[in-house]
């Protein structure tokens, strides 16, 4: 395979069996899809909104060698892509994470996790917010949870940690492989006085939280669009 498709393979092969797997019949995901496009496209627009700056910034940017060329702004195409086929990938993982294990978090223990990662991202995010990318991204996040536990105390915060648990598993894959692992030069590389400059093998410790943020984006609005019957609720 040539570099210049190593970005676009990582999209195609992070979403490819989790649409083959969405047509299974005993629980099928593909009847959700009206569900899951809205659920997928809103998040996107922030988070592309977020990466067009970043980028821009100097925060975080992209090794040509393993792009295809096709830009939309400051961003490569295999990057607008990222936020559809991963969110995909991760949604589907989380209706079959819970449709697979009858097992729950309780909600005493839920809330502590909850609890406990809003006290660590706005110390952690407080301390730090001259780095753009451990700031904004612990604030926000420990914000989005603040919203969950006191203002709209939602019920499913338990699946998604227990299906966030599986999630990692292919997250350090595809993480790993565009910080470097494996490959001879990172597809995202990260300037490291913007972080904490902590990694998990070669991926930034941010990019978990980053990751968390977005798939409790999709997974909120996916159950909220279920909860009222239909995209037509956003309106």
Not at 142 to 167: D, E, P, Q, S
């Amino acid at each position: 395979m040539k570099d210049t498709y190593v970005y676009l393979a990582i999209d195609f092969f992070s979403i490819l069996f989790p649409f083959l797997f969405s047509f299974y019949p005993k629980h099928n995901f593909s009847k959700k899809w009206r569900y899951l496009w809205v659920a997928i496209a809103v998040p996107a627009v922030f988070f592309l909104v977020w990466d067009e700056c970043f980028t821009q910034m100097g925060v975080w940017g992209f090794t040509p060698r393993y792009l295809t060329g096709i830009q939309l702004g400051s961003l490569p195409l295999e990057e607008v892509l990222f936020f559809i086929c991963i969110p995909y990938a991760c949604v589907f993982t989380y209706e079959a994470v819970n449709y697979l294990i009858a097992w729950r978090l309780n909600e005493k223990y839920t809330n502590l996790i909850t609890d406990l990662l809003m006290g660590m991202m706005f110390v952690v995010g407080g301390i730090h917010m001259e780095r753009w990318y451990t700031g904004v991204t612990f604030i926000v996040l420990a914000i989005f949870l603040v919203l969950h536990r006191w203002v709209w105390k939602t019920n499913y915060l338990g699946k998604f940690y227990l299906a966030f648990v599986f999630i990692l598993i292919p997250f350090f894959i595809v993480n790993g492989i565009l910080t470097g692992t494996g490959i001879e030069e990172q597809v995202v590389w990260y300037n490291d006085a913007e972080n904490l400059g902590i990694r998990l093998g070669t991926i930034p410790v941010e990019d978990t939280f980053y990751g968390m943020l977005l798939l409790m984006m999709n997974v909120s609005l996916f159950e909220y669009l279920q909860t009222k019957k239909g995209p037509k609720a956003l309106i």
